[in-house]
């Protein structure tokens, strides 16, 4: 009744359920497969460069503006290395080439399990830091929402949880066009900025205090500091990689194209903003949202002020999107090999991976809670999964070459070796300067999560092993034992259900017993009468006194007692009752003996447990009949 | 092994299982018996006399104080009725004469069932009132304690509920001498009071606002809702007479002197209380608990101040340890008689009924957060359950004199009569003066269970009709039907668990078929081969190709099938395998499948589940072998 209930909720939130031959029709071509996949990257616009600011006006006030300039060109470099070296990998991967697969393919099983574990965290991570930002946009415009900042975020990841239970194709084209717009919204900003500036209409910037003037080592350390806050820019360039197969074919052609336009994109957007930043000079620890600020300025407030909002808030809801693609499709191959639960790899009514995607949903949830949506805590714990697995990515890659050669591969273990020298720096630098702010959470976690995997990974090769049947017994395995099959009714009373219990035991064995256990002897006394009627000879009644009104105890005292003979090799079927009610809260009126004895006689080799139900009919029904 | 962990942690808390024969040495005394089933009676003198000063001193300020004695008179007068009364039902009823009891023997099952409803909250308003006033004395004396006033009473009532589960005769031991000192305490705290009052040494008082001056109706109303305050000092009367198994042989002479006695002392208690109050003039509402004040003054805040503290404190938690004992009672009487779920009839390991503690304990907790902890928040919900199970209880004893007759009758009648029209008359005042401050809650619960418990009546009634076996069937019925007995064997792939469970089909029925769904056709045929290389020809393979990736479905459909020709009395046994994991978390790398299946196919008639346990062996053992 509550199940139906649920199945019934379920299907009005997340559709009918589709068949395996619809999948193909989910898969995306360029023009969709560019805003769902790489909205993460394009929308790391609205808070890299942010959150750089964050680290450097505080310290050096003004100087944070030309700083910043220099650091974003770093990025910048960093992500072109990166798309070339990326475009390479899904060459050779056209399977999905994530970082778990190449680490794992060129350097072993703890590689690749540490790469899954790395970006496991980070789209967890990559929905929190998303949300709280796309959240954050919005309280800057609207103040009044800030009380509800955490409340809100809860309700947008529950929103894209079923969103994407509904299945690929609908939330990729349902979310495509926002991208878009958000595309287009920046461009006409820093189009509109430049215009501006070059006639000279730049408003004087609110006045930031100076900070103790930086120098040698400190102003060094600030950097790094800032230039890792940056890094966050680069988060989702491996989601292209990783769903190869999601696009149509041919879908290598497809996902390499989508990340050359992905990293124009950045560049233009990115480069752009940082550029508007260094004469608007926002400062988004009083301020607010610096992409929020800048459009106000620009635009005057005006309606593409409010359209520079609305599309920043939906392109980082995208960007959660992305994850919410990404971590199921990942999990699932994980899932497939053995490290994780095997039911993450299985494709819901919708064929989406429903449980990936509740996984994710309920940990970006609890991330969101327990860092108050706020994007500069959260950032400390985001970017060094990232720079782990694509520097596991690269090195794997650089490996692969190096041992297999083929046309060209001097330079293509240059691309990605050069890759991955610059990822292992990044990666380090990260690490220490994050270390204090979230990122030794992340430290722990990893190998926690690597040692659950290969944990995982043992019980199924144990699993496996146990139910392989040998090759040289294989046609005769089910002959080959034969058992004695007996049968034991537990009986609590003499009624139809037991009668018809007795009946059926009788069809499937000819060695049946009885068993019942009484409080009293005079309780027994009775029960053995009212069997007596039933005129059972070759069905003995075993009644055990119980003193401690159990019954699983003395019934598996009596199956090892002397007076029931057991052998080496009986196969004991125990049939036991089941009342099936017709409405939901009677099953609270009857006991649930029947699960216990069920968990309990199964914990015990050759007993076979018979669930005979009972369909219990209406109860006015019943009371009308005479 | 979470079970396991559990079960442990019960016997640690509960203690060792006792046996049935125990049950004898349980009972108790009237030494032992007085304090455990008279305390909630005793301990009323903490808050029924202060309650009626709250309502009476905002109104009519010092006269508050000469008004009170004339009420405490009424309810003494109203407690000699009753237990005058009641001693007439424990002679009647020697095997427990609840109201639910005596107002179902005569009235009908009606007027039982209400009284056990009212009983039953009113049993619950027990514990949170007792264990709320218990507290408020705590916090009166020791100020700083106020901030945690709920977190106190939760703890106590949990401590309360695990000392319960342990069983009868130790609570009854453990809590039985602090009864006995709080006697002592008031007794000493009165002599003392009355001592320097005699001696002139009274304090003059604080000065208390003359309310305005209330005549005529207003006057006599508002002494009505002192009253109803008031009568709550004649709640736990009841439990004697509900618990009179529970006293040696013999029960009810022990259970009348118990009540006598308990007569008694609340008339010394309550009476001298009340006197003293005139005297020491204490304004709960800005001094605290009146005893607490009175104790202090007298004693000068010595020794014998804390003694009264402690004691008044320890009486109530022996108030609410009174429903402990009262209501699991009262619930398994109306639990064998199908009024309540059955389980409420069990009783525990420790010979005390579990599931009755447990949910009182639940449901005075959820009462104590409600109404945060306070004294005269809850006293509105009171006395109306207490009164209208007196009322019920009398005319129902007056009915049997009337009935039944017997020696001196008319004397009998008359006198559960006088108590029926005293009773009745409280009960109206009280639900009227008391129905906006909450008694409207009892008002609508007390029809809401009834309603709920003649549901519960009926379904077991229907059950009881479904099972019995016709007289003239009896000896032949286990013969009567002999139907074909079928199996069907799902199967996911072939391995050690499915070739087990064709063995085992085997020698359970020759009517033996193999199913499965596929994906696709491929998986379909891949099977097929595999399962050809078993040579069973008896038992074939039917494969379904299943669009939803669903086993449930398609396995029904085939059974309902041509294909498969169901005959009307075929019984058909599923075989499901079900792997029986080392570790606890190993469960959660399996699908529940079989619970899902089982519970399916459980929803259709001539369908036995039959689950085959697989044990799996540790990981690392299987792995080591060769």
Known sequence: MIFTMFKRLKKFLVGKPLTNEQIEGEKFGILWGLPILSSDAISSVAYAGQEMLIVLIPAIGMLAFSNMAILSSAIIILLIVLVISYRQTIECYPNGGGAYIVAKDNMGVLAGVTAGSALSVDYVLTVAVSISSGVEQIVSAFAPLHAFKVEICVVLIILLMIGNLRGISESSKMFGIPAYAFIFAILAMIVTGVFRIMNGQVPSPPSIAEGTPYAGMAL??????????????????????????????????????????????????????????????????????????????????????????ATTFTILILAANTAFSGFPMLISVMAKEGYAPRQLSMR??????????????????????????????????????????????????????????????????????????????????????KFHEGAWIVVILIPTMIFGMLKVKKHYAAVVKQLRIKHEDYDTAVEKKVYRNRVIIPIESINKSSVRALRYAKTISDNVVAFSVAIDTEAAKELQQRYDHLNVEDIPLFIKYSPFRQVVEPLLEFIESAEYDYQKGDMITVIVPQFVVKKWWHRFLHNNTREFLERELLKHKHIVVSVMPLQLK???????QV
């Not at 990340?259 to 994109?265: D, E, G, R």
């Open 220 to 309: 060094f350390v600030l950097m790094l500091r800032a230039f890792s806050n940056g890094c966050t820019a680069l988060t989702g360039i491996e989601a292209v990689s990783n769903a190869v197969p999601n696009f149509k074919e041919p879908s290598a052609k497809h996902a390499k194209s989508v990340l050359v336009i992905l990293a124009l994109i950045i560049l233009v957007l990115f480069g752009g903003t940082s550029f508007l930043a260094q004469y608007f000079k926002v400062n988004p620890l009083t301020q607010g949202a610096v992409l929020v600020v800048m459009a106000k300025e620009i635009f005057n407030g005006g309606f593409m002020f409010y359209f520079v909002v």
């Open 348 to 433: 819901g009514d919708r064929l989406s991976y429903d449980n990936g995607i509740v996984l994710l949903s309920v940990s970006a949830i609890i991330l969101v809670i327990m860092f108050n949506a706020t994007v500069s805590s959260l950032i400390g714990l985001y970017a060094i999964g990232v720079f782990i697995s694509f520097t596991l990515s690269q090195s794997g890659m650089f490996l692969k070459w190096m041992r297999h050669k083929g046309d060209h591969w001097q330079l293509k273990a240059f691309i990605n070796g050069f890759g991955a020298v610059l990822t292992t720096f990044a990666m380090f630098v990260i690490a220490f300067t």
């Open 618 to 624: 209406d109860d006015d029904e019943v009371l009308k």
